[in-house]
């Protein structure tokens, strides 16, 4: 929940009867944001007070961060909701068994992606999946409107392996000053007809 939103709510809850006096600023929400944050409100009216007050504690944690770790940990987590149950799934049982290691092992691993450089990071930030094959398609992602990652990343986890390899190899063939319009290009395909299109473009002559 936005940090906003979370202290609306908290300022909303200490009042009587709340839900039968919403203050003007919630009831011109859209439909749907305002259906969200009732909802929340209420799960948090139902939470035993030694709960609400961990949340509380927890969301001051959160404002001592520094800012470019909290916006490290928003970008992690907006990849988080974007990949697949399967990959959720790998990940979680992968944060399991690195807890479990000792911890020389764990300062170990820890050192080695440090020493990693930030396009390497920046890729196995994105899973397992795109991690591996990122070094081949950073360079047709590079430098890429705000407004067009989320649409690229979910085409790209689309892909089925071979037609990730045919793009890596188209992307390595397209000039920098072209990607842009091989990109718009992509995304405005077909689902379908993606796939077959990267075979023959990738496809010795």
Same mark, same amino acid.
């Given at each position: 929940?936005?940090?906003?939103?979370?202290?609306?709510?908290?300022?909303?809850?200490?009042?009587?009867?709340?839900?039968?006096?919403?203050?003007?600023?919630?009831? =011109? &929400? *859209?439909?749907? @944001? +305002?259906? $969200?944050?009732? #909802?929340?409100?209420?799960?948090? %009216?139902?939470? !035993?007070?030694? /709960?609400?007050?961990?949340?509380?504690?927890?969301?001051?944690?959160?404002?001592?961060?520094?800012?470019?770790?909290?916006?490290?940990?928003?970008?992690?987590?907006?990849?988080?909701? =974007? &990949? *697949?149950?399967? @990959? +959720?799934? $790998?990940?979680? #049982?992968?944060?399991?068994?690195? %807890?479990?290691? !000792?911890?020389? /092992?764990?300062?170990?691993?820890?050192?080695?992606?440090?020493?990693?450089?930030?396009?390497?990071?920046?890729?196995?930030?994105?899973?397992?999946?795109?991690?591996?094959?990122?070094?081949? &398609?950073?360079?047709?992602?590079?430098?890429?409107?705000?407004?067009?990652?989320?649409?690229?990343?979910?085409?790209?986890?689309?892909?089925?392996?071979?037609?990730?390899?045919?793009?890596?190899?188209?992307?390595?063939?397209?000039?920098?000053?072209?990607?842009?319009?091989?990109?718009?290009?992509?995304?405005?395909?077909?689902?379908?007809?993606?796939?077959?299109?990267?075979?023959?473009?990738?496809?010795?002559?």
């Amino acid at each position: 929940m936005p940090k906003v939103a979370l202290a609306a709510l908290l300022c909303l809850l200490a009042l009587p009867a709340w839900a039968q006096a919403l203050p003007q600023a919630l009831r =011109t &929400l *859209p439909a749907a @944001e +305002r259906t $969200r944050i009732e #909802a929340q409100a209420r799960q948090w %009216a139902a939470l !035993p007070p030694a /709960q609400r007050e961990a949340l509380r504690q927890r969301m001051a944690q959160w404002d001592a961060l520094p800012l470019p770790e909290r916006q490290a940990r928003r970008a992690a987590w907006a990849v988080w909701e =974007t &990949l *697949p149950e399967a @990959e +959720r799934a $790998r990940l979680r #049982a992968t944060a399991a068994a690195y %807890a479990r290691m !000792p911890e020389a /092992q764990r300062r170990e691993l820890a050192e080695r992606y440090a020493a990693l450089d930030a396009l390497e990071r920046e890729g196995w930030g994105l899973g397992t999946v795109l991690g591996a094959e990122w070094p081949q &398609l950073h360079g047709l992602f590079a430098l890429v409107p705000g407004d067009q990652r989320a649409e690229l990343l979910a085409m790209l986890r689309a892909l089925d392996e071979r037609a990730r390899a045919d793009l890596a190899i188209v992307a390595q063939r397209t000039p920098p000053e072209e990607r842009d319009a091989l990109r718009r290009k992509l995304l405005s395909m077909p689902a379908p007809v993606r796939a077959d299109w990267l075979r023959g473009q990738a496809s010795p002559d």
